[in-house]
Nanobody, 114 residues
């Protein structure tokens, strides 16, 4: 199983980024896919998830600003992040559970700063 995340970078407050995570080695279309983030000195926290049928859920801190989506044909889950704030600065990880094991991508750094 491999999860490959990309799309992070440096952006000014109020800006936007789109993260992508390509999954290999799982039946992607039936798996719930998750995004987590970890800021310096803090615990990793859930950001958003999307089920196999497209049901989504978000952390309160990102509701209305972030959108999670998936493209099963491309085996990819996305996180569109708008109206970014400095407190969104973190390493963002994609995650899934496959055959009772937890799998994590390598993380992609998002830095929101002027």
């Amino acid at each position: 199983v491999q999860l490959q995340a990309s799309g992070g970078g440096l952006v000014q407050p109020g800006g936007s980024l789109r993260l992508a995570c390509v999954a290999r080695g799982i039946m992607f279309s039936i798996n719930t896919m998750n995004w987590y983030r970890q800021a310096p000195g803090k615990q990793r926290e859930p950001v958003a998830h999307i089920t196999s049928v497209g049901t989504t859920n978000y952390a309160d801190s990102v509701k209305g600003r972030f959108t999670i989506s998936r493209d099963n044909a491309k085996r990819t889950v996305y996180l569109q992040m708008n109206s970014l704030k400095p407190e969104d600065t973190a390493v963002y990880y994609c995650n899934t559970v496959w055959r009772v094991r937890d799998y994590w991508g390598q993380g992609t750094q998002v830095t929101v700063s002027s």
